[in-house]
C-alpha cells in the first residue's frame, strides 16, 4: 500500500508563490495517479488537480487553471503542485491523493490512500 506525506506549506504573502511536495513510500506508486485537493476551514473538500501514472495527462479546476502546474517525478516517487500568484482564498489544507482508476481526475471517492495535509495560509 503507498502512503503518502505532503510538505511545502506555509505562510505567503498575496501575489507569491509555493512549491508543494507529495512524497510516497511503495514500489508500485508510479502504477497511482495522484491529485491534489484542498479544504478551507468550514469549506467542502475542493479538487484543484490531477496527473496520470505517466504525467502525460492532468487536469485542473477551472478555478486554479492557469496559476497552478502538476508535476511528478516517479524516480524520486514525488509529485509537486506549484501554485502561482497566491490569494487569501487559497487558505486551505492542501492534501494529496493516490489513484488506481484510470481516469480518475476531480473526483474524490476514486482516489485512496490520503495524506495528512499541509497547511497553505496567505495573507493579504
Known amino acids: 500500500q503507498v502512503q503518502l506525506v505532503e510538505s511545502g506549506g506555509g505562510l505567503v504573502q498575496a501575489g507569491g508563490s509555493l512549491r508543494l511536495s507529495c512524497a510516497a513510500s511503495?514500489?508500485?506508486?508510479?502504477?497511482?495517479?495522484v491529485g491534489w485537493f484542498r479544504q478551507a476551514p468550514g469549506e467542502d473538500r475542493e479538487f484543484v488537480t490531477a496527473i496520470s501514472w505517466s504525467g502525460g495527462s492532468t487536469y485542473y479546476a477551472a478555478s486554479v487553471k492557469g496559476r497552478v502546474a502538476i508535476s511528478r517525478d516517479n524516480a524520486k516517487n514525488t509529485v509537486y503542485l506549484q501554485i502561482n500568484s497566491l490569494k487569501p482564498e487559497d487558505t486551505a489544507v492542501y492534501y494529496c491523493a493516490a489513484s488506481r482508476h484510470p481516469t480518475p481526475a476531480g473526483v474524490s471517492s476514486r482516489y485512496d490512500p490520503w495524506g495528512q495535509g499541509t497547511q497553505v495560509t496567505v495573507s493579504s
Open positions: 511503495g514500489r508500485t506508486f508510479s502504477s497511482y495517479a
